[in-house]
Nanobody
Framework: QVQLVESGGGLVQAGGSLRLSCAAS????????MGWFRQAPGKEREFVAA????????NYADSVKGRFTISRDNAKNTVLLQMNSLKPGDTAVYYC????????????????WGQGTQVTVSS
């Protein structure tokens, strides 16, 4: 069982940076694949990035490659999403998610979710 709480969202100008954090509780955290998703107004939830339990494998949406970096520190039960060169199109609610049975981009496969944190990028 995993409980997830996101933080670090806010308002930033285009070209700026934000670091999102996902604090996890639960003794099995290190066994889970972790992902970040986002949802903009009027749109479906969209995959952003995922990282394997070991951190050796990562997966990114093409729209964020080269700008976003996902990482995890299992000792601290924390997953990070470093977001650089932000664009107005990155504006969305960002969600941290976890799954024990899947590694990929399909949000339907992730079984634990945080409450979300708002990221707004102004031009």
């Amino acid at each position: 069982q995993v409980q997830l709480v996101e933080s670090g969202g806010g308002l930033v100008q285009a070209g700026g940076s934000l670091r999102l954090s996902c604090a996890a509780s639960g003794r099995t955290f290190s066994s889970y694949v972790m992902g970040w998703f986002r949802q903009a107004p009027g749109k479906e939830r969209e995959f952003v990035a995922a990282i394997s339990w070991s951190g050796d494998s990562t997966n990114y949406a093409d729209s964020v490659k080269g700008r976003f970096t996902i990482s995890r520190d299992n000792a601290k039960n924390t997953v990070l999403l470093q977001m650089n060169s932000l664009k107005p199109g990155d504006t969305a609610v960002y969600y941290c998610a976890a799954t024990a049975t899947y590694y990929g981009s399909d949000h339907r496969k992730y079984i634990y979710w945080g409450q979300g944190t708002q990221v707004t990028v102004s031009s």
